[in-house]
């Protein structure tokens, strides 16, 4: 296919899409599954109108990923506001460490003795497969900065937290390949580990507080309303750059860079009320700041008031990463659809089984063991757990840094049958079961209070 055909697709898809948005809410479908379902129709295994080999496209496929990837942590990281102390934050911390890690060991040992890969590439395997997704998991992740659900907060901040935190899983893969010396092993653990990881969270968090306080001032001096779309892309570019200049987690200092500016919103509401409830504030939290200001009735916001300002800052980054996000993302499944349609592995297919009904479920269990979290919550975070963007960045990078050409097909039609089946079984499963888990709370509301705790 020409450009200009590529441009007409995603164009008739997005249309198509928009126009029956309606249903597909009431449907057991998302979006992102049309255009992935769209893609396996379109490819060879169907009727042939296109055909896309990843490991030929590696390029593109990882700037593209990777953008869409640190868009969305950003995205991510504002939309938490939730103090340091909420256990929410613990929560999504065993998501991301102990849980992965689980899922990592076991579908490494799994797909070593089933599919006799060699350690290595077991490794290699395991470490993309295994970590969820911010991007495709709009439905199960937060909506807005006010959404305090305890599932969503714990399945967001896992999504922001285990892309960095299983890079170093796939950097050590990538060294075992080489039967690296002792001192090699010692320096990643240093370098990838024990700097990159903190490091990167640093970066991130404080230019984000530094950046948001200056941009709030100045606009306040200056007197200025236009819309300030290119601070998110300014701060995104160069937490980014500034990241990978000190060899610190650039994905994990995006989502910090996130969760920094939202830090500097709730401390300007904090010290400097929005005048609109200002008098409500010792009966309830500060709203956030964006939502109390109408972006498209500029000229009537009060810039004098510093709430507003940051309002305005807030709501013009969310407005500008969501439809960036939303535009890369569509391309991106569809392209995947279409490569798996021409590489589909049953090997793929069958690990997909193994991670998604038991190793993801059974590590999940095992990482929140103590937290007092209901079985009920504990076992929908074990299943909600979608692949996706992620998944194909860290497969780009594996093919660009020392995977063997002769395993490069292999994996890159495991990885995208991982990825189409998440994409389509996940989301397929969301609505119905966060619809039955929301009307049970409701009817757990409705029950004394000596009533079982809601899930």
């Not at 509401?269 to 929005?274: A, F, K, L, M, Y």
Request: aromatic content about 8%.
């Amino acid at each position: 296919m020409n450009p200009l055909a590529w441009l007409f697709l995603l164009g008739a898809l997005l249309l198509a899409t928009s126009l029956t948005a309606g249903w597909l809410q009431r449907m057991p479908v998302t979006p992102f599954a049309v255009y992935t379902l769209a893609g396996v129709v379109l490819g060879p295994a169907c009727i042939g109108a296109a055909r896309i080999d990843f490991v030929q496209h590696v390029p593109w496929l990882g700037a593209i990923s990777e953008g869409i990837l640190v868009v969305s942590l950003f995205l991510t990281g504002l939309k938490l506001r939730m103090p340091w102390r909420d256990p929410s934050w613990r929560v999504g911390l065993r998501l991301a460490v102990p849980a992965m890690a689980l899922c990592i060991a076991a579908l490494c040992w799994a797909s070593h003795a089933a599919l006799a890969l060699p350690w290595a590439i077991a490794l290699i395997f395991a470490a993309i497969a295994a970590p969820t997704d911010p991007v495709l998991a709009s439905l199960v992740s937060v909506d807005n900065a006010r959404d305090d659900d305890a599932l969503r907060v714990a399945l967001s901040s896992e999504a922001g937290l285990n892309d960095g935190a299983a890079l170093p899983f796939l950097l050590l893969g990538l060294l075992w390949l080489g039967s690296p010396s002792t001192a090699a092993v010692l320096h990643w653990l240093w370098r990838d580990v024990c700097w990159a990881l903190p490091a990167g969270l640093a970066i991130g968090f404080l230019l984000a507080r530094l950046i948001g306080v200056i941009a709030t001032r100045a606009k306040m001096a200056s007197g200025d309303r236009a819309p300030s779309d290119f601070l998110a892309l300014a701060l995104i570019a160069l937490t980014y750059a500034l990241a990978r200049a000190l060899h610190a987690s650039p994905f994990l200092a995006v989502f910090a860079a996130g969760i920094g500016l939202r830090h500097t919103e709730w401390r300007v509401v904090s010290h400097h009320p929005h005048p609109a409830v200002e008098g409500d504030l010792a009966k309830q939290t500060h709203p956030p700041a964006e939502m109390l200001v109408n972006p498209n009735q500029r000229d009537e916001v009060a810039l004098d008031e510093p709430s507003a300002t940051i309002g305005l800052v807030v709501s013009d980054a969310l407005s500008f990463g969501d439809t960036l996000e939303r535009l890369l993302a569509v391309g991106m499944v569809l392209a995947v659809g279409i490569a798996c349609s021409g590489a589909w592995s049953y090997r793929g297919a069958g690990m997909a089984a193994l991670l998604f009904l038991v190793i993801r479920p059974l590590s999940v269990w095992i990482a929140t063991i103590g937290a007092g979290i209901p079985p009920v919550r504990r076992a929908l975070m074990g299943w909600l757990g979608i692949r996706g963007i992620g998944s194909l960045n860290y497969l780009a990078y594996a093919l660009t840094h020392g995977l063997p050409a002769a395993r490069a097909p292999q994996l890159t039609a495991m990885v995208t049958t991982v990825v189409v089946l998440s994409i389509v079984l996940h989301g397929a499963s969301c609505q119905p079961l966060l619809a039955w888990r929301e009307r049970r709370l409701r009817e757990r509301e409705g029950k004394p209070s000596s009533a079982a705790r809601p899930d």
